[in-house]
C-alpha cells in the first residue's frame, strides 16, 4: 500500500490520483487524513463523496454530497451524485423526494440532467441538449451527458443502458476532466473496462 502523504494538499492530489487508479478505499483513506489535517476542507471534498458511491458507502457519501451542498448551492453534479447514493439507501421514490433542487447550473444539458434525476425530464432532452449549442464544446457536453445517463440508469437498475454510456463518455467522448476520469473510475470498477 502506497504511503499516504503528511501535507494538505499532497493529500487532495493523493485521494485524486488513487481515485483515478480505482484505488477507492486508499483515496478514501487520503480524503479522510486530509479532514483530520484541516476539518473545514470537508464541505468541500466532493471528490471524497465520489469515492464513497464506489466503495458502496452510500450514507457517508449522501452526507458528504449533503455537506457539499452548504458550500455550493448550484451544482447539478452535486444533486445527482447525492440522488445516486439516496437511491441505493431508500429506493428511486427516496432519492427523488430528498432531491435537492439546483437553479443557475447553466453547463449544457445539466439542466436537463436535473430534470430527469427529478423524474420530470428525458434521456431524449439531455441528448438534444448535449448534441446542440457551440461546437467546440459538443465532445466534453457529449462526455457528460453519457456519464450521467450511465449513472442514472444505473440506479434504475439497467445495467445494459448504463455500461453502453458509461463506455461513450469514456471512450467514444472521453475528456481528460475529473468527471472524464470517473467515468474511466466506473469502467474499472464495474469491470466493464476488459
Known amino acids: 500500500m502506497q504511503a499516504i502523504a503528511q501535507s494538505p494538499r499532497e493529500l487532495m492530489q493523493q485521494g485524486q490520483q488513487l481515485f483515478f487508479e480505482a484505488k477507492i478505499a486508499e483515496s478514501i483513506a487520503a480524503f479522510d487524513k486530509l479532514i483530520e489535517l484541516q476539518p473545514e476542507a470537508k464541505p468541500h471534498l466532493w471528490q471524497r463523496g465520489l469515492a464513497l458511491y464506489y466503495a458502496d458507502k452510500f450514507k457517508e457519501g449522501r452526507e458528504q454530497f449533503e455537506t457539499h451542498q452548504t458550500v455550493n448551492t448550484a451544482d447539478v453534479e452535486n444533486a445527482a451524485w447525492h440522488f445516486l ?35 420530470k425530464g428525458s434521456v431524449e432532452a439531455v441528448m438534444k441538449a448535449a448534441e446542440a449549442g457551440d461546437e467546440s464544446e459538443r465532445r466534453n457536453q457529449l462526455c457528460y451527458a453519457h456519464l450521467y445517463l450511465g449513472l ?10 448504463a455500461r ?31
Open 152 to 161: 442514472y440508469f444505473e440506479a434504475m437498475k439497467d445495467d445494459a443502458k
Open 85 to 119: 447514493c439516496v437511491a441505493r439507501l431508500e429506493g428511486i421514490e427516496g432519492a427523488r423526494k430528498n432531491f435537492i433542487p439546483i437553479e443557475g447550473d447553466s453547463r449544457v444539458p445539466m439542466k436537463e440532467v436535473h430534470q430527469l434525476f427529478a423524474g
Open 164 to 194: 453502453e454510456h458509461m463506455l461513450k463518455s469514456a471512450k467514444d467522448f472521453s475528456m481528460g476532466h475529473y468527471m472524464g476520469e470517473t467515468a474511466r473510475v466506473h469502467l474499472k470498477v464495474r469491470g466493464w473496462d476488459k
